[in-house]
């Protein structure tokens, strides 16, 4: 197997900016790899013709100066992609083409980079394991019985296999950052607002994010700039000029004041995850960053909102599945009423059914104030515990997670500590602020623990520099073992 | 709040998803302690409190009322399960 695809996204745009490689040979080394990993179950579709034929056209004229040049990349299947088969995980969506293509990957493409396939993740990204896809659980490629985390655990999983040099995914409530804490890989969801969500099958739309999934911290701060900037098709799309990540990342932290929450220390919480975080906050230390103690009271209260506030919206949201526009339809029900209800019952997996009746029901007549008033009362309250202290820090690190990946089945049984994954990334997503998981170490079995940095609304560069310094003072190493070929 | 098989089927009925009554007990169990799970909230008193339905601070933009795309019609039918020129196709409706 070539070394070459072992690399980081910038050593490989490296190799093509100095006519190293060239993109089709390139494209072939990956196409290789996919064909042979087929175990993970990572990508749900391929579509090498395409790849092969854009990365010629790329070869005969390579434009160098863009952010990507001639990079093959994979993308999680909830990015609606012009003429290629888009199934959020979904049976529902099994057969669906969109007509159009999502502002990120056109965003890009613009940039150079050339579609290879697309990637598993949960059903419609509901699932913290890749679990609820209707095209069956990925594994995770540090061992053979382990869960990527998931939403995006295909985009985790082909990434740390090195079936893709870089990838997006998308985070609602931990969706990026938990599978890249699984796999040893950097993830990041942005502010809300900063990646357009046009053409992304939704979820629960005032918590959706799409983010970079890499390599590396610089590999992140390049794929974010790719991805970025303003879109008119997205109403809640922020106007504000295009930064330049990957030319201001910088490892000088000297005095930047880093936060540390007492909630995040949560009951039954392994020792060694702890440890790591004190190891974070000693790195940060020695780089001159000032570490503060702080408190965000609500924190406990940010799972329980979610799970009104997302089933909710995504209640509402996928309710445009019908069986009539597109998507899958049932041949059963003698009138229109029942053919909805036949085409919905076949086509939604348990857990989307799951939480489109939560979300049904907090939404009801009588069960609006008790609970979806209630729960948004509450983000009030979480956002403004990080309002305030953003007043005193510039930073907050934190686990990404409260385990290391789990065994697959371990959890599909109790919903409840499923959704407990998610302890630390949630609040996030409920403020709307930009975070990162960076790889930190290795547990007693050797599977990867990440730590997340939380930063300020539209701070994206400054948790790219702490992440950055912290990166290059680690020496994380992941350690997979290409098991599957 | 416990959730039991008759709300269950409310439910299911509002969200237009028929539930196999073999399935519905188990559902029942799950919604029922998913429900004891969210109602933690109540432990906090959040009467002056505003709630937030967006952590935008500006309000939606809207856009000029101009048509900005159009002549999409095949486009539009291409994925429809069944559909008929150019109309999509449900079952018989009116008598």
């Known amino acids: ?485 | 709040m416990s959730i039991d098989k008759d709300k269950i089927k409310h439910i299911s009925k509002l969200a237009r998803i028929s539930i196999d009554s073999k399935k519905s007990d188990s559902l029942a169990k799950d919604l029922t302690s998913i429900f004891k799970f969210i109602e933690q909230l109540n432990e906090l008193n959040t009467d002056k409190v505003e709630p937030l339905s967006s952590i935008l601070n500006t309000p939606l933009r809207a856009r000029e009322d101009k048509i900005n795309d159009g002549k999409i019609r095949d486009k539009i039918l291409e994925n429809s399960p069944k559909k008929n020129e150019e109309f999509f196709v449900v079952p018989k409706v009116i008598e």
Not at chain 1, 89 to 114: D, R
């Open chain 1, 1 to 485: 197997m070539s070394e070459i695809i072992k690399k980081n996204l910038s050593e490989i745009i490296d190799l093509i900016k100095k006519k190293e490689i060239k993109s089709e040979e390139l494209a072939n080394l990956y196409i290789d790899k996919v064909n042979k990993s087929k175990k993970l179950n990572s990508y749900i579709t391929t579509c090498f013709e395409h790849t092969i034929q854009k990365s010629k056209e790329f070869d005969k004229k390579p434009n160098l100066n863009s952010l990507l040049p001639g990079v093959p990349l994979a993308v999680k299947d909830l990015f609606c992609t012009n003429g290629f088969k888009t199934t959020a995980g979904s049976k529902m969506l099994e057969n669906f083409i969109p007509q159009y293509e999502s502002t990120v990957t056109e965003n890009l493409w613009k940039e150079g980079a050339i579609l290879l396939g697309k990637l598993n993740c949960d059903e419609y990204a509901m699932g913290s394991s890749n679990e609820t896809s209707y095209f069956g659980n990925v594994i995770n490629p540090i061992a053979r019985d382990t869960v990527p985390g998931g939403s995006s655990g295909g985009s985790a999983s082909a990434l740390a296999a090195d079936l893709t040099p870089a990838t997006i995914g998308t985070d609602t409530g931990g969706s990026i950052r938990q599978p890249a804490s699984f796999t040893g890989t950097v993830g990041l969801k942005p502010t809300y607002g900063l990646c357009s969500r046009w053409g992304i099958v939704a979820f629960a739309s005032s918590l959706d994010q799409a983010g970079p999934m890499t390599k590396s911290v610089k590999d992140c701060s390049i794929m974010l700039e790719a991805m970025v900037g303003f879109d008119n098709k997205d109403s809640t799309s922020i106007e504000k000029k295009k930064e330049n990540y990957s030319k201001n990342l910088k490892t000088d932290i000297k005095g930047l004041k880093i936060g540390i929450p007492k909630e995040y220390r949560v009951e039954n919480m392994p020792k060694e995850i702890d440890e790591l975080w004190n190891k974070g906050k000693n790195i940060l230390k020695d780089l001159g960053a000032d570490i503060i103690d702080i408190s965000l009271p609500h924190t406990k209260y940010a799972l329980p909102t979610y799970y009104i506030v997302a089933p909710a919206e995504a209640s509402s949201n996928l309710a445009r599945y019908d069986g009539v526009k597109y998507g899958y339809r049932s041949s059963k029900g003698n009138d229109l009423i029942e053919m909805y209800e036949n085409t919905r019952s076949e086509g939604f997996g348990d857990e989307v059914k799951r939480r489109i009746l939560i979300g049904t029901y907090v939404l009801s007549s009588g069960y609006y104030d008790a609970y979806y008033l209630k729960a948004q009362k509450v983000r009030q309250l979480i956002k403004k515990d990080f309002d305030e202290n953003f007043g005193k820090v510039d930073a907050i690190l934190t686990p990404s997670t409260p385990s290391s990946a789990f065994k697959i089945g371990e959890k599909t049984n109790d919903p409840i500590s499923m959704y407990l994954n998610d302890i630390f990334t949630v609040p996030v997503n409920l403020a709307g602020l930009p975070a990162i998981s960076v790889p930190a170490g290795l547990d007693k079995k050797g599977y990867p623990l990440g730590l997340q940095l939380i930063g300020k609304t539209l701070d994206e560069q400054n948790i790219l520099n702490v992440a950055y310094a912290f990166e290059k003072n680690c020496n994380f190493k992941n350690e997979i073992k290409n098991w599957w070929l």
